[in-house]
């Protein structure tokens, strides 16, 4: 257990509807990163959070948008979704803003249908 | 463009012999390596990593070798055993490289490694 929490663990949804994944870092870790495993591909990073603030960017598409919050807990906020969205994501956290041994969550299994 | 690539997809070994897995980089910008391990239904977990200022780092069974030269790093676990049996994955950052780079993680696509008894 690494002690990064997920929710939910499985969701399935239809195309053009919007959702919402939920981490919570490790006890504190004061980034979070996100990052999405699709079928045909490693792993993917999608975006970093340190204290509130955006850190680093990766090909995160723009239907997509996250956040964390002051108890730093980030949500990742999935818009006008696509078959192509279906995935595995992952949160991860780290204690500082480096990225050094991040520490993963279970992951969210999205299927869009 | 995939600036980290494990060419084996998977690797099969028996119990008590070593596993040496592979993974080739692009990026020059490259600075700090790392392998993580993947059981199914759950996240990858961080196994042991290598500085680019460093050659070798050792843990237990687990030893990773990094080729600055050919841009190239293995994982050697001696012994194997069972419980290894995993998905692989080799990870990069590029953390001199600062601004949007600060932070990302590049991963390969993984290497599926199976210890039979």
């Known amino acids: 257990d690494s002690g990064v929490t997920q929710t939910p663990k499985h969701l399935i949804t239809a195309t053009g509807q919007r959702v919402t994944l939920r981490c919570s870092p490790r006890s504190g870790d004061l980034s979070v990163y996100w990052y999405q495993q699709s079928l045909d591909q490693g792993l993917q990073f999608l975006i970093q959070y340190y204290n509130g603030e955006e850190r680093a960017k990766g090909n995160i598409l723009e239907r997509f948008s996250a956040q964390q919050f002051p108890d730093l807990h980030s949500e990742l906020n999935l818009s006008s979704l696509e078959l192509g969205d279906s995935a595995l994501y992952f949160c991860?956290?780290?204690?500082?803003?480096?990225?050094?041994?991040?520490?993963f969550g279970p992951g969210t299994r999205l299927t869009v249908t | 463009d995939q600036q980290v690539k494990q060419n084996s997809p998977s690797l099969s070994v028996q119990e008590g012999r070593i596993s040496i897995l592979n993974c080739d980089y692009t990026n020059s910008m490259f600075d700090y390596f790392l392998w993580y391990k993947k059981y199914p239904a759950e996240g990858p977990t961080f196994l042991i990593s290598?500085?680019?200022?460093?050659d070798k780092n050792e843990d237990g069974r687990f030893t990773v070798f990094l080729n600055k030269s050919a841009k190239h790093l293995s994982l050697h676990i001696v012994p194997s055993q069972p419980g290894d049996s995993a998905v692989y994955f080799c990870?990069?950052?590029?953390?001199?490289?600062?601004?949007?780079?600060?932070?990302?993680?590049?991963f390969g696509q993984g290497t599926i490694l199976t210890v039979h008894p």
């Open positions: 991860a956290s780290s204690p500082s803003g480096v990225s050094y041994e991040q520490y």
């Open positions: 290598i500085s680019s200022i460093k």
């Open positions: 990870a990069a950052s590029a953390l001199g490289a600062g601004g949007t780079s600060y932070g990302k993680l590049t």
